[in-house]
């Protein structure tokens, strides 16, 4: 029996669809030469992506790994509650997001990204892009990396990272960030990163009701490219090797919370021809070696209802560094209370 060119064309063309599909699926007994279906899912994320509309979704049926992807349109990749997708990466970026300027979001929910060799867990090169309930980890250089000018909106709720960065020479970070985006971090956990969040540039990045625990320096907006600003509400840290929260070049405000068993717990330490500037409300700062450090010229503090207790050195000034204080702090306690000169200044 003869078929015609035509009729040979329309039973391919009946196997996949001419546009991508709204939801598609990937299973761990799927096959990438399916179309992706309920019933024919595809095994790998980048499979499915390639069949999935703008604005679509892939949803992982059961658990399995399903392999790195890159992301160059609007979706959303999922994985139901109580379903481990996993995403092992063993060289170079787990998942790339890179979305045309027409795009709107990306989602990853519910993802298991782990490096075994692989240097970033997510590497945001244009695009906004959320991630939701994901666990990031064991990445040479970041969990989240965004250094490209095209990267504009980062948002990350309740996801840990935990072991990411180089800890021999302490770059690299759980997130790290240099562009001009704004980053969110809400409900996070960073578990012994080399470094909690690393900003180097950005507009606006705010860390609200997180903790970190470990690394060197749980939140530092070093900017070495431009001023980071940074809001920090309700977030908790613990036992960094070098300082809690430092600021090189930019603002940090710091709303309650607070920082204990730190080598430094605040630190507001400008670099040459810059400002760093730290603001302090409501933040208990205890069991730490220095409480509070602000050191060098351009270097400010300001501190209200803070409580500095149980430290080495409660508040330490020095090298041209100011602090400003409401006269409303508990200091005391520690084995030395403040070394340098605290202003006192009145507010409205």
Do not use: K, W
């Amino acid at each position: 029996m003869r078929f015609s060119n035509a009729a040979v064309v329309a039973v391919v063309l009946s196997a996949f669809p001419l546009f991508g599909a709204q939801r598609t699926f990937v299973a761990s007994n799927g096959t990438d030469i399916n179309s992706c279906t309920r019933d024919l899912p595809c095994r790998s994320f980048a499979a499915a992506i390639a069949q999935t509309s703008a604005n679509g979704e892939v949803v992982a049926i059961d658990s399995a790994g399903y392999g790195p992807f890159a992301v160059t349109q609007s979706v959303a990749v999922i994985a139901p509650l109580g379903v481990h997708a996993g995403v092992s990466v063993l060289s170079g970026d787990g998942v790339s997001v890179n979305l045309p300027v027409f795009a709107t979001r990306a989602l990853l929910r519910n993802l298991f990204i782990n490096g075994q060799g692989g240097v970033n867990g997510i590497n945001v090169i244009a695009g906004d892009v959320s991630v939701d309930h994901c666990v990031i980890g064991n990445f040479t250089n970041a969990g989240i990396y965004a250094a490209s000018s095209a990267a504009s909106g980062i948002l990350v709720a309740d996801t840990i990272f935990r072991y990411n960065g180089d800890f021999t020479t302490a770059a690299g970070a759980g997130i790290y960030i240099s562009s001009p985006s704004i980053l969110s971090v809400d409900h996070c956990r960073f578990d012994v990163n080399s470094n909690g969040v690393v900003a180097d540039q950005a507009s606006s990045i705010s860390v609200h009701e997180s903790v970190l625990i470990g690394g060197y320096v749980g939140l530092f907006a070093r900017a070495n490219t431009g001023p980071a600003n940074m809001i920090v509400e309700s977030t908790l840290l613990y036992h960094c090797n070098t300082m809690g929260i430092r600021v090189n070049n930019g603002d940090v405000v710091v709303h309650n919370g607070g920082v204990s068993g730190s080598s430094t717990g605040y630190a507001a330490t400008a670099g040459f021809s810059q400002a760093a500037r730290l603001s302090l409300d409501g933040t208990v700062i205890s069991h730490n070696g220095t409480g509070l450090y602000v050191y060098a010229a351009g270097s400010e503090a300001r501190i209200t209802r803070a409580i500095i207790t149980l430290n080495q050195t409660g508040i330490s000034i020095g090298s041209g560094g100011l602090c400003y204080s409401r006269g409303d702090n508990y200091v005391s306690g520690n084995s030395t209370n403040v070394t340098g000169m605290i202003i006192l200044e009145s507010g409205t």
